[in-house]
């Protein structure tokens, strides 16, 4: 089969590789299309460790061709990945909390993923897909996951007033997640004016840019106390710190951008005066994919508008380097088999 495989650090190519084969208690999937995202950019620069060689991808799609899965996928389905792998047996696993297991992992990190015609995965990783939906964007429902655990840890309650910044993918799915949990008014934050519109048009009220534009429009929009909650989707430091700021006192934050940074100028004072909680989101666990797959074929979250790029396979190497271009308005990239 051809697959992308990471030889090295910054050493990728495509090749043949023996077909992947789907031994007791997996499945044997067909890949149609895996999503590139900031994970496997790290790991092609080596900032997360792997092991070489590797074939990359997490966020997979395809055909379940062997080994029914355990949530009623049956060989012939469309079907979405659940990369996470989890023990079952550690005291996180025992105790509601999979998503943090010490020893899991992740398909396309810790083993090889869906950057190649066939992958191999748990059979309980795998979900069917409806019909009605766009099996190109389909990807994104794995990214998704990670936005629906995060806003089940925000418990967005109707009307409160929710601001979203940063509106790259995840920060357009928060726009979305927010607006079907009833927030209002949902605002969105973004330097990026191509972003702003396409929030308008997927269910924010109110768009502005960083900084004095950002401060002004929440304060406007709630009567000068500030939000009620906030979802960080860009992963800067100083955009945390700007949270800080466009929380109302009581205010939740949710940090879900993730933070290499370790040093920052921040409103620290706030932290304590307007006794802000901070709920930190981790992964996903296992129902968030049949909510997420739901959300999309019910038509409250819509991920089309979200994919800007789809390429082949051959063409791996150019479609990784799209995402390392600091500022571009480049949105979801998919590679396609
Ligand atoms: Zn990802
Ligand atoms: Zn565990």
Redesign the pocket.
């Known amino acids: 089969m051809k697959a992308v495989v990471l030889e090295a650090q910054d050493a990728l190519t495509v090749k043949d590789v023996p077909d992947a084969t789907a031994a007791k208690g997996k499945a044997l999937i067909r890949v149609s299309g895996t999503g590139i995202c900031a994970t496997d950019v790290k790991i092609l620069t080596g900032g997360i460790p792997v092991t070489y060689p590797l074939i990359m991808g997490h966020e997979i799609v395809g055909e379940l061709i062997d080994g029914g899965g355990k949530n009623g996928a049956k060989p012939g389905d469309p079907v979405l990945v659940d990369p996470v792998l ?5 005291y ?2 025992q105790h509601g909390q ?1 998503n943090l ?1 010490p ?2 992992g992740l398909i396309g990190r810790d083993q090889d993923g869906g950057f190649a015609e066939y992958v191999s995965v748990p059979s309980s990783n795998v979900y069917p897909l409806p019909d009605s939906i766009d099996l190109t964007a389909a990807p994104m429902i794995q990214v998704l996951t990670t936005c629906h655990h995060a806003h089940e840890r925000a418990a967005i309650q109707p009307g409160e007033a929710a601001v979203i910044t940063g509106l790259g993918v995840t920060g357009q799915m928060n726009i979305q997640l927010a607006k079907a949990a009833g927030a209002s008014p949902v605002i969105g934050i973004s330097r990026t004016a191509s972003k702003r519109d396409l929030a308008l048009e997927l269910g924010a009220d109110i768009v502005a840019s960083h900084g004095e534009e950002a401060l002004k429009v929440t304060r406007e929009a709630t009567d000068g106390r500030g939000a009620d909650v906030i979802i960080e989707s860009v992963g800067a430091l100083a955009v945390l710190g700007e949270t800080m700021d466009l929380a109302r006192i009581g205010g939740r934050i949710v940090p879900f951008g993730i933070y290499t940074g370790t040093q920052a100028e921040m409103p620290f004072y706030q932290f304590y005066f307007k006794e802000l909680s901070i709920l930190n989101a981790r992964a996903a666990f296992a129902r968030d994919f049949p909510a997420s797959i739901d959300l999309v074929a019910s038509g409250k979250v819509r991920l089309e508008p979200l994919l800007s790029h789809a390429l082949p396979i051959e063409r791996a190497d150019e479609a990784i380097h799209m995402l390392m271009e600091p500022g571009s308005d480049r949105m979801k990239v998919v590679l396609t088999y």
């Open positions: 989890t023990c079952g047996k550690c996180y696993c999979a297991c020893v899991g």
